[in-house]
């Protein structure tokens, strides 16, 4: 599929909306805590913060390809990081004032899943780093 059906696709798709009874059932504990109550996994223990393979980043909740692999680069941070989106409507974003600081919030624009935050201080173009949760992510490989 091309990347703008596949915009459109997402664009036209129900938002996911479930309650914590059903979510609890379909995650584990680990992924529930961070997708649904905005936990975070320490860092350097997350499966994807150093892989290298290519494919899509998908939300784990509910299957929405969120991010592109030629977009993940090492921040250092010990946590899968990307400087953009694959489209810019699939992630949201939202202050978050929790742990004393105030940090920006993503979240998945079609479940509301707890991705991670986005800091100023990424690479170029966009300047930005999606500093994402493994546990909220599931990588499609490339195939081929």
Same mark, same amino acid.
């Given at each position: 599929?091309?990347?703008?059906?596949?915009?459109?696709?997402?664009?036209?798709?129900?938002?996911?909306? +479930?309650?914590?009874?059903?979510?609890?059932?379909?995650?584990?504990?680990?992924? /529930?805590?961070?997708?649904? #109550?905005? $936990?975070?996994? &320490?860092? *350097? =223990?997350?499966? /994807?913060?150093?892989? +290298? =393979? #290519? %494919?899509? /980043?998908?939300c784990k909740c509910c299957d929405t390809a969120l991010f592109d692999s030629t977009?993940? /680069?090492?921040?250092?941070?010990?946590?899968?990081? *990307?400087?953009?989106?694959?489209?810019?409507?699939?992630?949201?974003?939202?202050?978050?004032?929790?742990?004393?600081?105030?940090?920006? #919030?993503?979240?998945?624009?079609? !479940?509301?899943?707890?991705? %991670?935050?986005? *800091? &100023?201080? $990424?690479?170029?173009?966009?300047?930005?780093? *999606? !500093?994402?949760?493994?546990?909220?992510?599931?990588?499609? &490989?490339?195939? %081929?």
């Amino acid at each position: 599929m091309a990347q703008a059906d596949d915009n459109q696709a997402a664009a036209s798709r129900p938002k996911v909306e +479930k309650s914590a009874a059903q979510w609890r059932e379909e995650l584990s504990p680990q992924d /529930y805590q961070i997708t649904r #109550e905005a $936990g975070t996994e &320490p860092a *350097f =223990t997350g499966i /994807y913060w150093d892989t +290298k =393979t #290519e %494919g899509i /980043y998908n939300c784990k909740c509910c299957d929405t390809a969120l991010f592109d692999s030629t977009t993940k /680069y090492d921040s250092g941070s010990g946590w899968p990081s *990307f400087y953009a989106p694959i489209d810019e409507s699939r992630v949201v974003t939202r202050e978050d004032d929790s742990m004393m600081m105030r940090r920006i #919030e993503a979240l998945c624009a079609n !479940c509301d899943a707890h991705l %991670g935050h986005v *800091f &100023p201080d $990424g690479p170029a173009p966009t300047g930005l780093r *999606f !500093c994402m949760n493994s546990a909220s992510l599931d990588l499609k &490989p490339e195939q %081929g």
